[in-house]
C-alpha cells in the first residue's frame, strides 16, 4: 500500500466530501422544516458543521476499511442520516418527496459548483495540480452521491421518492422493504447490479447535463 499515494488521495477529496455529506444533509433537515417537521432543527441537524453529519462508522472507518481491502478499486459509505418525522409534514406524501429530493439536489448543485470552480481555475492560469484535482473530485464526489441517493429502494432518497409518488397500496408495499433496504442495496452493489444498471448509466447523463449547463462559462474564459 502506497501511504503516500493515500494521504495525497485523502488531502485531495476531504473538503469535495465533508462538503457533499455535510450540505446533502442539512438539505434535508432544512427542507422538512420548510414542510412543517422541526426535529432535525431541534436536533441541531441543519447545520454547516460537518461534524454534526459524520457518522464514525459509515464516514471514516468502512471507507478506509475498504479502502485498503481493495487497494482503492471500491470505496463504499454513509453519513448520520438527518433525522425526519414524516407524519409531522404538513402533506407527508408528497412532502416526502420534495425532503428527499433535497440531499440529492444539493449535491447536483455542487457539482455544477466545482464544475465552474474548474473552469475558473484554468481561466486564472492555474496550473497546480492538486486544485484541479480537487474540482475535479469535487465534480466527481457529488454526481457519485447524485446518483446512488437516487436509487428507487428505501432508505435511499430515491425509495422515499419512490414512495411519495406511488399509489398508497403500493407505497405501502415498497416502505415495507425500508428495514431490509441497506442491506439489500449493499448486496446488489457488491453483485454489481447498482453500478451497471443504474450507477453508471445515471452518472453518465448526469456529467452531459453537468457540461451542458457549464459550456456558456466554459466558452466564456476559453
Request: proline content about 7%; glycine content about 10%.
Amino acid at each position: 500500500m502506497d501511504f503516500a499515494n493515500l494521504i495525497q488521495t485523502v488531502a485531495i477529496y476531504a473538503i469535495p466530501v465533508l462538503l457533499s455529506i455535510t450540505l446533502h444533509e442539512a438539505a434535508h433537515g432544512y427542507a422538512a422544516r420548510h414542510f412543517g417537521d422541526n426535529t432535525a432543527y431541534l436536533a441541531g441537524r441543519i447545520t454547516l458543521n460537518p461534524f454534526k453529519h459524520i457518522d464514525p462508522v459509515g464516514t471514516i472507518l468502512m471507507p478506509l476499511m475498504l479502502y485498503f481491502a481493495t487497494s482503492g478499486a471500491f470505496l463504499f459509505g454513509y453519513a448520520k442520516p438527518v433525522p425526519v418525522r414524516f407524519g409531522n409534514l404538513r402533506h407527508p406524501k408528497q412532502d416526502m418527496v420534495w425532503v428527499a429530493l433535497a440531499g440529492p439536489g444539493a449535491n447536483f448543485v455542487q457539482a455544477l459548483a466545482w464544475g465552474a470552480v474548474f473552469y475558473l481555475l484554468q481561466a486564472a492560469g492555474v496550473s497546480e495540480p492538486f486544485f484541479i484535482e480537487m474540482a475535479q473530485g469535487g465534480i466527481l464526489v457529488n454526481i457519485v452521491m447524485f446518483a446512488f441517493n437516487l436509487f428507487p429502494l428505501p432508505p435511499l432518497d430515491g425509495g422515499r421518492i419512490l414512495v411519495g409518488l406511488l399509489p398508497y397500496r403500493q407505497a405501502v408495499l415498497v416502505s415495507r422493504v425500508e428495514p431490509f433496504g441497506f442491506f439489500i442495496v449493499m448486496a446488489l452493489v457488491l453483485a454489481g447490479v447498482v453500478g451497471s444498471l443504474w450507477l453508471r448509466p445515471l452518472m453518465g447523463i448526469t456529467f452531459k447535463l453537468i457540461n451542458l449547463l457549464l459550456t456558456p462559462l466554459a466558452m466564456l474564459v476559453g
